[in-house]
């Protein structure tokens, strides 16, 4: 029997940088036209939406959960899942074996590829290592550093909106004459520091320490994200690994 939760009482018990949520963002930015027509467009319309399902097979392998039956399990136990669910029943184990072995199998590789791009867009993921039939070996120069268009053009947008509100905060908390130029203002902030900055667990940091690091990380990627479309020259993806 599967448990009923309220929507409400999942977002209050799900922290709100739980991996569940980072996974579920990831998803939905997705392109999953290639899963999509995996499923046959006479046929009925599958109980599980094919979004909800890849998200559930993805959050149990972080999970370390390979079987369907504990997979069906964890849908009508785990609070995370049902959060992914969003209200649908959960689907059976042959359902989720179908999925995985009919539906997935076509575009497995494509959707991998997205996977690891958003994953690295959000500093997930680091190409320092890879690991073979649990051999480690050095990773080859960032092989899956793609950066997409469409995800940047987001980010950036995204980026440039949380720097304008942290200018004009900052402006007024400092009490500084109005201005428009984020450099100018970290410029002004830096000014006012007296003390050298501390890092390192157990180190508290200054207020002033915390808004120019906050500054300073969206400064840096602002200038990331132009790079980036710099680099596109018309193109909907690069590798970092590209020659310039």
Same mark, same amino acid.
């Not at 709100?16 to 046929?43: F, H, P, T």
């Not at 050095?138 to 304008?164: D, I, M, P, Q």
């Not at 207020?207 to 300073?216: G, S």
């Given at each position: 029997m599967q448990l &009923?939760?309220?929507?409400n009482f999942a977002e209050k018990v799900i922290p709100a940088d739980d991996s569940v949520r980072l996974l579920d963002q990831i998803v939905e930015e997705m392109d999953l036209s290639q899963l999509e027509r995996a499923y046959n467009v006479r046929g009925r319309k599958p109980a599980t939406e094919p979004s909800t399902m890849l998200k559930i097979l993805l959050y149990a392998n972080m999970e370390g959960i390979y079987s369907s039956r504990k997979i069906r399990t964890a849908c009508q136990r785990d609070v995370n899942y049902m959060w992914l669910l969003n209200g649908s029943a959960a689907p059976s184990?042959?359902?989720?074996?179908r999925f995985r072995s009919q539906r997935l199998s076509e575009c497995a590789e494509g959707l991998f590829f997205q996977l690891v791009g958003r994953l690295e867009g959000f500093g997930e993921?680091?190409?320092e290592h890879l690991f073979v039939d649990g051999t480690k070996i050095?990773? #080859?120069? #960032?092989? !899956?550093?793609?950066?997409w268009k469409k995800s940047t053009t987001k980010y950036e947008a995204r980026n440039n909106k949380k720097l304008g509100e942290a200018v004009k905060t900052l402006? =007024?908390? !400092? =009490?500084?004459?109005? $201005?428009?130029?984020?450099e100018k203002l970290l410029e002004k902030l830096l000014g006012k520091v007296t003390e050298p900055f501390v890092h390192g667990r157990g180190r508290r940091k200054s207020e002033l320490q915390r808004d120019i690091?906050?500054?300073? $990380?969206? &400064?840096?990627?602002?200038?990331k994200y132009t790079g980036y479309q710099e680099t596109f020259q $018309?193109?909907?993806s690069f590798s970092k690994t590209d020659p310039g």
């Amino acid at each position: 029997m599967q448990l &009923l939760i309220d929507e409400n009482f999942a977002e209050k018990v799900i922290p709100a940088d739980d991996s569940v949520r980072l996974l579920d963002q990831i998803v939905e930015e997705m392109d999953l036209s290639q899963l999509e027509r995996a499923y046959n467009v006479r046929g009925r319309k599958p109980a599980t939406e094919p979004s909800t399902m890849l998200k559930i097979l993805l959050y149990a392998n972080m999970e370390g959960i390979y079987s369907s039956r504990k997979i069906r399990t964890a849908c009508q136990r785990d609070v995370n899942y049902m959060w992914l669910l969003n209200g649908s029943a959960a689907p059976s184990h042959h359902e989720i074996a179908r999925f995985r072995s009919q539906r997935l199998s076509e575009c497995a590789e494509g959707l991998f590829f997205q996977l690891v791009g958003r994953l690295e867009g959000f500093g997930e993921i680091k190409y320092e290592h890879l690991f073979v039939d649990g051999t480690k070996i050095e990773a #080859n120069a #960032n092989k !899956y550093s793609f950066v997409w268009k469409k995800s940047t053009t987001k980010y950036e947008a995204r980026n440039n909106k949380k720097l304008g509100e942290a200018v004009k905060t900052l402006y =007024e908390k !400092y =009490e500084e004459p109005a $201005g428009s130029e984020a450099e100018k203002l970290l410029e002004k902030l830096l000014g006012k520091v007296t003390e050298p900055f501390v890092h390192g667990r157990g180190r508290r940091k200054s207020e002033l320490q915390r808004d120019i690091e906050l500054l300073q $990380g969206l &400064l840096k990627k602002r200038k990331k994200y132009t790079g980036y479309q710099e680099t596109f020259q $018309g193109r909907n993806s690069f590798s970092k690994t590209d020659p310039g």
